[in-house]
């Protein structure tokens, strides 16, 4: 029996209000060591949105609800959620099934990766400066996995063109279809079952976005292990981390309209990458709120590397 099965015959007379439990759950995931980096980097905000979520109550708790007593089987609810997120090191938006992307709630499962992009940054800012969004008639989401990218550029940026959202993952798709029919996009998002861009036929974009898996052999023996909880597929990419962003970038002059910008995110690989291709004049994105390792190239540069 778990500390926290332990504990529910024995916490609930000690432990009485919202504030109650967020204190008492963050120390124990402190103690606990638990990683966090999926959705928050702190163990209070973890334990706001487990005992929130319990609740059925806004992540944002009005100050006079902080105080308010909880009844026994609210009580027992909590502690079952963070018995669950100490024992198993499962990851918070993992029990709750629900992630936050450019403050748009996604369904998530374990099925695919738990949004955590910077590129969230980039949508929110409508791609200021680096695009302007008004001139781009065509967009693709490689390797879209919750979908999270597609909808929100959908949502907050691309209201009237169509959008390719593709990934190699059946059961990823189908967690981005139940993403896509909750916000109603049915009509402007098109879901691909693709190996990159194996599928996609002759088709051009003036916009290419991709979070394609970038994690080395050496960071996937040593990652924490709530990473080990989400689809190896969506994290692997062989021995340097490079695997699939070096095929994104021979292939995706192909599928760029002549004005078109391609953007990936290659996180801790960023280094890899600019030993191996010194050549290729990569701009690097910055963030206002943190997040590395992604990348802008436009066609006319990819073109001129292919002619060499």
Sequence with gaps: ????????????????????FIRWGASKFNKAQLFFGHGTD?????????????????????????????TYSEKQKIIELFDLRIKNNIPTPYITKEAWFSNICFYVDQR???????????????????????????????????????IASAMLVFDDI???????????????????????????????????????????YDLIISNPPYVDAKEMEIIPSEYLHEPKIGLEAGEDGLLFVERI?????????????LIVEVGLSQNKLIEKYP??????????????????????????????
């Design 162 to 204: 169509i959008i390719d959202a593709v990934d190699i993952s059946y059961d990823a798709l189908e967690v981005a279809k139940k993403n896509v029919h909750n916000y109603k996009l049915e009509q402007q998002i098109k879901l691909i079952q693709s190996d990159l861009f194996a599928d996609l036929d002759n088709k051009l």
């Design 112 to 150: 695919v990766l738990i949004p955590r992009s910077p590129i969230a940054e980039l949508i929110k800012q409508q791609f200021d400066p680096w695009i302007n969004a008004s001139k781009v008639t065509s967009m693709l989401d490689l390797c879209t996995g919750s979908g999270c990218i597609a």
């Design 1 to 20: 029996m778990g500390v926290f099965s332990c504990l529910k015959l024995m916490k609930t007379n000690e432990l009485q209000t919202i504030g109650d």
């Design 249 to 261: 970038l021979q292939d995706a002059v192909k599928h760029l309209n002549p004005d078109g910008i």
């Design 279 to 308: 050549e290729i004049p990569f701009t690097w994105l910055e963030f206002e709120h943190g997040g590395e390792g992604v990348f802008l190239i436009t066609y006319e540069q990819l073109y001129s590397l292919n002619k060499i």
């Design 42 to 70: 702190n163990a209070i905000d973890e334990a706001i949105i487990l005992v929130v979520y319990a609740l059925h109550l806004p992540q944002d708790i009005p100050d006079k609800l902080w105080h308010s007593n909880l």
